[in-house]
């Protein structure tokens, strides 16, 4: 069902950094749309993370950033932390004959 | 601070119909997306439909023949039927409050804390 695709896994140790990319194509986010990033704990709701490609909610460590370029978006975590280890998904808007928006396949993130 | 809360049956039988409402309480149901979205290990986030405070709807075409989203603006409420109920429904059904962003739709920066819904004879 998702249209956006996400790496399984990533992982790291406390304090480095990691990246999460979240391919689209020609009908999401290639076309233009923007892509916004949630953060689920285990057992929890998804929590908006990041907004318009790059923007943090109030209250969202500055340690996570977003960019967008061509078909693909990524999040990073810098200085990563115990508390950073969860599931992060992506999301956009899509024209063709799927959802409306559309989330990516996400990523667990284990911190070593 | 704005809460969202799922209420309903956890568990619905093949071939019925699933309702579920979500209340909104630490501000107006007015403007934005009111939206369903569901979770399961299988088909991930999906995101079902909206329903706008003016009463405009969307729906996910996978589901549009089933869904329905209604409003009760009075009750600062909005609900989700899904009928014609299969095993594959079986999901953590969320709601969201939906905030436009321009020509690239909406973000979701309120969610319910879900409720599992179990499709069981």
């Known amino acids: 069902q998702s249209v956006l695709t996400q790496p399984p896994s990533v992982s790291g140790a406390p304090g480095q950094r990691v990246t999460i990319s979240c391919t689209g194509s020609s009908s999401n986010i290639g076309a233009g749309y923007d892509v916004h990033w949630y953060q689920q704990l285990p057992g929890t709701a998804p929590k908006l993370l990041i907004y318009?490609?790059?923007n943090r909610p109030s209250g969202v460590p500055d340690r996570f950033s977003g960019s967008k370029s061509g078909t693909s978006a990524s999040l990073a975590i810098t200085g990563l932390q115990a508390e950073d280890e969860a599931d992060y998904y992506c999301?956009?808007?899509?024209?063709?004959?799927?959802?409306?928006?559309?989330f990516g396949t996400g990523t667990k993130v284990t911190v070593l | 601070q704005v809460q969202l809360q799922e209420s309903g049956p956890g568990l619905v039988k093949p071939s019925e119909t699933l309702s579920l409402t979500c209340t909104v309480s630490?501000?107006?149901?007015?403007?934005?997306?009111w939206t369903w979205i569901r979770q399961s290990p299988g088909r991930g986030l999906e995101w079902i439909g909206y329903i706008h405070y003016s009463g405009s709807t969307s729906y996910n075409p996978s589901l549009k023949s089933r869904v329905t989203i209604s409003i009760d603006t009075s009750k600062n409420q909005f609900s989700l039927k899904l009928s014609s109920v299969s095993v594959a429904d079986t999901a953590i059904y969320y709601c969201a409050r939906g905030s436009y962003y321009g020509s690239s739709g909406s973000y979701y920066d309120y969610w319910g804390q879900g409720t599992l819904v179990t499709v069981s004879s």
């Open positions: 630490g501000g107006s149901i007015s403007s934005y997306y």
């Open positions: 999301q956009s808007h899509d024209k063709s004959l799927s959802a409306l928006y559309v």
């Open positions: 318009g490609n790059t």
